[in-house]
């Protein structure tokens, strides 16, 4: 008696409205799960057939509806699906079988990576390259900045051979052709695999990727290509740099790879505040208290800039937290030169601590200044 066999939506777990994607999609989780070669169980290869045959009827658009039709008698009395059987089967690999499914894909889903083709580094063929850039932060004083300075930074990092200028052989002469790879840097391999026997290509183990092999080792160096050094770099802060701006030091980053060159160093500037000037771009502010009467009155006061004592003319009638203009005596712009200003916002202070005559003037000044305004000035404020 011939086995029934089940419902092919059934086998996938998938609607009978269920669209292409979804099927292959479920075929996809389904085959991974009972492959022979990694489910060990008994009733796995049975299942597995099932699930294939069952793809191979659902994906097919003619079949699909021979199959919605007639059902299992569609593909009975020595009729065949046509399908090109099990994909996974037999000594090699073949993509018949698998419709439009992604054959990358399923590399991904088994290997966690596509095909084999190259994919290489910077330096991985040989030829030399620059090393990454390194960064290093220094804080310095806020007039440090306006003024610019020299400063001395105690550093560490790889330099270049001597002798063999990063390449590891003792001399030219001392560097061959690797015979593995023949200078391609890369070698081919086979495996066996789920799939069959599989090609793949990769860096050659020998020259690690480079084509080159090192017949003797740099007296110097012993091979390696560099030597760790520790000195002192003495770099210039430029005038009118701002926190957070950086100044490079050519080579004195990370060592290069095949006898390339260093990477740079990024010197990171954190500037520290001031407890006078506020910075804003190339613009300085400042604070100054000033009393109400040479605000009224008008006076001539000493103001500190960035490059020394200014004074400066309050005109008469000033008010509280107006703000004066220096032009000029801002910050020189780190490119053009050009310095910002200075803004000083007057702060008017109360006198305290009067003296009697002190008192006896401000009363005056306080009785004419009532006679000459309506002490009422609010009720402006509620007129209908």
Known sequence: MAETKRDYYEVLGVAKTATKDEIKSAYRKLAKQYHPDLNKS??????????????????????RRQYDQFGMAAFQQGSSTGGAGNPFSGGGFSSEGFGDVDLNDI????????????SRRRGDDGSPSKGDDTLYRIKIDFMDAINGRKITIPLTYDEPCENCHGTGADSPSDIDTCPDCGGSGYVRTRQQTIFGMMESEGPCPRCHGSGKIVTKKCHLCGGSGYSRVHRDISVNIPAGINNGQQVRV????????????NGDLYIEVQVQNHNVFKRDGNDIHIDVPLS????????SIDVPTVYGEVTVDVPSGTQPDQILKLRGK???????????DEYIHVKVTTPTNLSQSEKDLLKEFQKQEAAKKDNK?????FKK
Not at 48 to 55: C, L, M, N, P, V
Not at 250 to 261: T, Y
Not at 292 to 299: I, N, P
Not at 330 to 340: H, I
């Open 330 to 340: 801002g910050v020189k712009d780190l490119r053009g030169g050009k310095p910002g």
């Open 107 to 118: 590399f991904q889903s088994f290997f966690g990576g596509g095909g084999a083709g190259r």
């Open 42 to 63: 008994p009733d796995a290869p049975k299942k597995f057939e099932e699930i294939q045959e069952a793809y191979d009827v659902l994906y097919d658009d003619a079949k």
């Open 250 to 261: 050519q080579g004195k980053g990370g060592r290069g790879a095949n006898g390339g060159p």
């Open 377 to 381: 000035w609010w009720k402006n404020h």
């Open 292 to 299: 109400f009467v040479d605000c009224a009155l008008g006076s």
